[in-house]
């Protein structure tokens, strides 16, 4: 018996897109139908931007910052632990965080530090400062010469005028505000820099 390889093509790619179809509605169409949190906020309030922090986001865009820093806390301990505050370690990020976002930056690479959780962390004029000079603000390490280098690869964003640098810090002060989670161990709520 002669087997038609064109028959057998046609079977094998209609059985190939028959199962994509089926994986893809079970992780993509299924998953909100049956978990609300996934596209609702549910009983969080969330934060409406201004306008100056709707340009904040827009400079935070066109400046490429996603491609360095991400938006989103891992299910992780180092994660946890790492982009806390004041010892306290920083909750995992939900989905409906991003429920009001026109645009979500989650990222992919880490070249600096996760953001999701940085607003109020740090003043405004710190912020202000960093992005003048950023290889002058935070760590720095010894290297093998003997001399101390600044442990931020971040380039300098001099050339943002003030008003860009305000809208820019406006924005960054929103991240990780919708939830409050800097309390210490007795569940006293710590300060933030700016309310």
Not at 2 to 17: D, I
Not at 29 to 56: F, M
Not at 70 to 76: D, S, V
Not at 162 to 187: E, F
Request: aromatic residues 12%.
């Amino acid at each position: 018996m002669k087997w038609n390889v064109e028959r057998s093509l046609m079977w094998t790619a209609t059985g190939a897109f028959l199962l994509f179809s089926i994986g893809a509605i079970t992780t993509t169409v299924v998953p909100p139908l049956v978990d609300e949190t996934i596209w609702s906020a549910g009983d969080h309030v969330l934060h409406t931007y201004t306008e100056q922090e709707l340009r904040g986001i827009e400079i935070y865009k066109r400046e490429g910052c996603v491609y360095c820093h991400t938006q989103q806390i891992r299910n992780l301990a180092s994660d946890q632990r790492r982009y806390g505050w004041r010892l306290v370690q920083a909750p995992v990020s939900k989905s409906w965080e991003y429920v009001n976002q026109q645009q979500s930056f989650l990222g992919t690479k880490r070249s600096g530090p996760d953001l999701s959780r940085v607003g109020g962390k740090y003043s405004s004029e710190w912020h202000w400062s960093h992005f003048r000079d950023p290889r002058n603000m935070g760590e720095k390490f010894e290297s093998p010469n003997g001399a101390f280098q600044s442990a931020s690869i971040m380039p300098s964003f001099k050339y943002l005028s003030d008003q860009d640098i305000k809208d820019l810090t406006a924005y960054i002060q929103t991240l990780g505000r919708d939830i409050n989670w800097r309390k210490d161990r007795n569940g006293k709520l710590l300060n933030d820099y700016e309310k």
